[in-house]
């Protein structure tokens, strides 16, 4: 089966500049999730999503950060305007409640923000 | 926030030797697990143990859990230069619901 697919893959903005990734999750799976990765550092959730559903944004920096997922499938992380400290990797992941019991989550390879 | 710490922060082993990481956390969960990340990519899962289960078998991975001490050990058996990667404990308070991973250990193995 197809992974996680993310795009772009790498992307350089001038801080207050808006940008956006995009996330297509394994065909099936209902719940995708958006982490933020800084350097040396492990995931951090972002978002979690349910069908179409936000379930968890509670670490979301609601003032500059937005993600949406329209029809339960695709998902998209906007931030505006961006910050030198969300230089990071943004990874997607996604399960389906069969999977998540036994074989954890299916992580995108991630799209790696530079911030300057 | 992170849920706990994964000890040692790197290790560096020679291929064949085995390499153990822990990992600790602080709230009651429902599952842990392990994932494994090569530089500049995503992570892969690697196995999942839950909390009623104290010894979790995969090829040459060794997962123990012990909820008591709120801790986990991952171990890799006659390491390869291909596991050189980093590692990382994740918790779930449910299943489906977030995870929140540790740190992470850098592990090399040298050939």
């Known amino acids: 089966e197809a992974g996680v697919a993310q795009s772009p893959r790498y992307k350089i903005i001038e801080k207050r500049q808006s940008v956006a990734f995009w996330c297509n999750p394994i065909s099936g799976h209902a719940t995708l999730y958006w982490y933020q990765q800084i350097l040396g550092q492990g995931p951090k959730l972002l978002i979690q999503f349910q069908n179409n559903g936000v379930v968890d944004d509670s670490q979301l920096p609601k003032d500059r950060f937005s993600a949406e997922r329209l029809k339960g499938v695709d998902s998209t992380l906007k931030i505006q305007p961006a910050k030198l400290e969300d230089s990071a990797v943004y990874l997607c992941a996604s399960t389906s409640l069969r999977q998540s019991g036994e074989y954890g989550y299916t992580f995108g390879s991630g799209t790696r923000l530079t911030v300057v | 926030s992170q849920q706990g710490e994964e000890d040692p922060q790197a290790l560096s082993i020679q291929e064949g030797e085995n390499a153990t990481m822990n990992c600790s956390y602080k709230t009651s969960i429902n599952n842990l697990q392990w994932y494994r990340q090569n530089s500049g990519r995503g992570l892969v899962h690697l196995i999942l143990?839950?909390?009623?289960?104290r010894e979790k078998h995969s090829g040459r991975l060794r997962v123990t859990l012990d909820t008591s001490k709120k801790s986990s050990s991952l171990l890799i058996t006659a390491s390869r230069a291909a596991d050189t990667a980093s590692y990382f404990c994740?918790?779930?308070?449910?299943?489906?619901?977030?995870?929140?991973f540790g740190q992470g250990t850098e592990l090399s193995v040298k050939p």
């Open positions: 143990i839950r909390s009623n289960e």
């Open positions: 994740a918790t779930g308070n449910f299943q489906g619901g977030k995870l929140i």
